[in-house]
């Protein structure tokens, strides 16, 4: 049998917390325990996450192989034209470029490729070894954006600088060379750009929607269905409104120094959160638009109409059944909490890779007593509590996805390879659903789930 020494190492004890047994409090926000076997992804793939969407970019990985391969096509983010993300470039390195540099192969490989696409700008990530052999991709880019005439951005990526997080602060430091390089005449000054959203499975055209009746144009989508020269003019929006803790903030925070738009935190998951988004916006715009609130409640109403009846037939079955949530982001995981309440089921575990202690206090304040909330967790963690707390669905990604099904337990993936949109009024409901379809599902009668007692993980 298992010990509770065997499954949480004693470094890791401070990044879990029982709500209920102690006052709150909680380590966060630092490396990854060595040998522990991290969720977290590498600081490249932070940064390739957040700028894959941009779709008439190209994207070149200077690296070994494996980066490309392991961050190829890496979000389901939707383009409603061209699709240049979509392909993996790479330098390919071998043991000859470690050994005498790449900044000739990386200029062959841009050259090349620009010429062949044609792109609106190219963004080169540095990975691990180039962090090593010291390639000056800042000189290389500069040289091919002056003889091909576009942006040509290096991304400071290297894998082992730090976490996931300091990814996404590459890819907004490198998003912000762009900002600021076209004119912004004729932009409303009801007018908003969108950060933090990757149009999974279609969900930015879904927002976008309710700004459009709201009145609000969307100058610039940061990143998913992006495209270059909107971000070149996205100065000129009124306002920044950031979805996601980590991805895009340091971005937002960057123009309000620079261009001084303010920015927003919001989140487009569950019912509440996406109702106080729009009412948020429209908030800020009431000086402007004295009818922009109205506007807001419209939508909202009209959308409920609808959502809510559907809603409570899914509590009849759910309610009182039991979930666990283990996301990139805290931000997420406030949203999930409160769609979850509100289809009847508890959440019994919490988590996330990257929150901050901020994050994590929210999370005590909004969860139920006896929920594990816990930080940058492993496999082995998870697999335990899972079975400790006897939960119906575990909502993850794709890292987590085999922890369930090992488990017998019903799994959502409410990351970056979901089909479904789950944003959005609309998303509530696709949400609801596919919860309701997974819990209720007649296969776990031939894969039992497996249990433990309390503490005996
Ligand atoms: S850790 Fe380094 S080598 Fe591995 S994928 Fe990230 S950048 Fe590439």
């Known amino acids: 049998m298992e010990t509770g020494a065997q499954t949480i190492f004693k470094e890791r004890e401070g990044q879990i917390h029982r709500k209920g047994e102690e006052p709150f409090e909680m380590t966060c926000n630092r490396d990854s325990l060595a040998g ?34 392991y961050t190829w096509d890496i979000r389901g983010a939707l383009s409603s034209g061209p699709e240049l993300h979509r392909l993996s470039f790479s330098t390919d390195l071998q043991e000859k470029d470690v050994i005498f540099g790449a900044e000739t192969k990386l200029y062959s490989a841009l050259t090349e490729l620009i010429d062949r696409h044609k792109p609106n700008a190219a963004f080169v990530y540095s990975t691990c070894i180039v962090g090593i052999i010291g390639d000056d991709l800042e000189a290389v880019c500069k040289r091919v954006s002056e003889e091909k005439g576009i942006p040509v951005i290096p991304v400071q990526s290297e894998g082992f600088k730090g976490s996931k997080r300091e990814g996404y602060n590459a890819a907004c430091r490198a998003m912000f060379r762009l900002v600021g390089m076209r004119e912004t005449t004729g932009i409303s000054p009801v007018s908003i750009n969108i950060l933090g959203d ?48 980590g991805a895009t903030v340091d971005l937002a925070k960057m123009m309000q120094e620079a261009y001084g738009i303010p920015y927003i935190q919001v989140s487009y998951f569950g019912v509440e959160d996406m ?116 939960v119906d669905i575990f909502v993850g990604g794709v890292k987590e996805r085999p922890i369930a099904y090992k488990l017998g337990v019903g ?29 209720m599902s007649p296969v776990w009668r031939f894969a039992p789930r497996k249990v433990k007692r309390a503490r005996e993980v």
Request: glycine share 8%; aromatic share 10%.
């Open 198 to 245: 990757f149009n999974l499975a279609g969900e930015i055209w879904i927002i976008r929607d309710y700004f459009k009746k709201m009145g609000v144009e969307v100058v610039a989508n940061i990143t998913g269905d992006g495209r270059v020269a909107d971000i070149q003019r996205a100065h000129g929006a009124g306002l920044n409104v950031v979805q996601c803790s």
């Open 411 to 439: 799994f959502c993936d409410h990351n970056h390879e979901r089909k479904e949109p789950l944003e959005g009024f609309v998303g509530m409901l696709n949400f609801a659903q596919e919860v309701y379809n997974t819990v």
């Open 275 to 390: 109702a106080e988004a729009l009412y948020s916006v429209a908030k800020h715009f009431e000086d402007k638009d004295p009818d922009i609130l109205r506007k807001a409640q419209e939508v909202v109403r009209e959308e409920l109409s609808v959502l809510y009846p559907k809603l409570q037939e899914f509590r009849k079955d759910l309610e009182g059944k039991k979930a666990a949530i283990y996301v990139g982001g805290a931000f997420k995981a406030f949203s999930l909490v409160k769609a979850f309440r509100l289809i009847g089921m508890k959440v019994v575990l919490v988590g996330s890779q990257t929150g901050t202690e901020e994050d994590y206090r929210e999370l005590y304040e909004i969860t139920d007593e006896g929920t594990i909330i816990v930080d940058d967790s492993n496999p082995l963690e998870l697999s335990s509590f899972l079975q400790e707390q006897d």
């Open 36 to 69: 522990a076997v991290s969720q977290r992804a590498c600081v490249f793939c932070g940064s390739r996450v957040v700028l894959y969407p941009i779709a008439d970019a190209l994207h070149l990985v200077h690296g070994p192989i494996g980066c490309a391969a």
